[in-house]
């Protein structure tokens, strides 16, 4: 067996252990005679796949007990036209921080539906190289949510600390940042994200919500679509994505196994630091993010040089680092280093880098 270091944004890396154990029990879970794939989602074994899941969900992100943890499909993309279908309430006003694409889609997702959607902060002027700054003055006071990209998987940005809206409801999108380092989940009205960056394969959306703002979703809005509906049925209103769940699972426990976000976020610091100090010791390559907004999960560089650029990321897969071409909208290369990409792979992809320096000089 011959595994490469994928640097993909998405679907990503998933840790050895956890595709081991899925392996293992992929054609009979426990003595049940079935693999999870084809089980009932209301049997007594996948009840206790998926409550055991959330409880050790709650553990690793320390979610307090007046939050509901929904296991969702539609992908983050679906939630950012749930996210207004639930909170917007009356006013039919929300604001929205544009520090990326995602950012924008959501902002964007909530105009196409007829609301009074707000930006109230852009970096787009830069191409997000940065994360725009607002303040509590700058949020309309009926403004139904803040909503915030907390890193941005395309430009290699995040958020330095959490922004402080005051009583308004602050919303993230942390779909390529979940899990990678501790956050203060009680600062949150809403977190979510898509499990196909750093939790699971595609398939499942965990939407966290606080529960008091399970009761403003518009009228007659879809079933599948209110978290409420979703949160007194345990994720249960319809099959859920049994499999993705079950997945998610597994990276829970062996997150938790490895000691939690505190140890996880200490691997994943030293591993972004040991890029961004080789990117800043030379002039070879150059970073997109503004140093004090540097993503830890999807670190952006090119050379300048587009034909280089080029060049580095297929001369890269050749030697086994793949999925390293940037997003089309930043050009050059971005490396995604989530949860599940060991060190080894930043160590070996370092000296990659310099060999081609050393054979590649700019003229
Ligand atoms: C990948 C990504 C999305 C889109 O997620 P889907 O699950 O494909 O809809 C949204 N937001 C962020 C921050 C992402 O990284």
């Not at 003595?31 to 084809?38: A, L, T, Y």
């Not at 100090?277 to 004090?292: E, F, G, M, R, V």
Request: charged letters at 20%; hydrophobic letters at 40%.
């Amino acid at each position: 067996m011959n595994r490469v270091y994928n640097f993909s944004a998405g679907p990503s890396m998933l840790p050895l252990p956890v595709l081991e154990k899925a392996q293992a029990e992929l054609i009979s879970y426990g003595d049940s005679g079935m693999s999870v794939m084809e089980m009932s989602h209301r049997s007594a074994d996948y009840m206790a796949i998926i409550a055991k899941a959330e409880a050790d969900l709650r553990a690793l992100m320390q979610i307090p007990d007046n939050y509901k943890v929904l296991f969702l499909q539609g992908g983050a993309s679906t939630q950012f036209a749930s996210v207004p279908l639930n909170l917007i309430g009356t006013t039919k006003k929300a604001d929205y921080v544009v520090s990326g694409q995602f950012s924008e889609k959501a902002y964007k997702e909530a105009i196409r539906m007829g609301f009074d959607a707000k930006c109230i902060a852009s970096s787009k002027a830069d191409t997000f190289s940065y994360i725009p700054a607002f303040t509590k003055d700058d949020i309309r006071p009926d403004a139904a949510y803040v909503h915030v990209c907390y890193n941005n998987t395309i430009f290699g940005t995040k958020f330095p600390e959490v922004p402080d809206t005051g009583d308004i409801p602050l919303v993230a999108d942390m779909s390529s940042c979940i899990l990678s380092e501790p956050v203060d989940v009680s600062k949150f009205g809403v977190i979510y994200a898509g499990a196909q960056k750093n939790m699971a394969p595609a398939g499942l959306t965990v939407v966290i919500v606080r529960d008091d703002l399970l009761d403003r979703a518009l009228p007659g809005i879809p079933t599948m679509l209110e978290w409420k509906v979703m949160a007194e049925n345990d994720s249960m209103y319809n099959t859920p994505p049994c499999y993705a769940i079950y997945m998610a699972g597994l990276v829970y426990e062996y997150l938790l196994e490895q000691g939690g976000l505190e140890a996880i976020a200490k691997i994943n610091y030293n591993k972004a630091n040991m890029l961004y100090d080789y990117l800043d010791s030379t002039d070879y390559y150059i970073t997109h993010a503004q140093p004090a907004y540097r993503s830890i999960m999807n670190v952006t560089f090119k050379t300048g040089d587009e034909a280089l650029d080029k060049k580095f990321a297929s001369e890269a897969a050749k030697a086994g680092f793949k999925n390293l071409k940037g997003h089309r909208s930043v050009g050059g290369m971005r490396a995604s280093i989530y949860n599940a990409m060991p060190t080894q792979g930043i160590i070996d992809l370092i000296a990659f880098m310099k060999k081609f320096e050393a054979e590649n000089p700019k003229n």
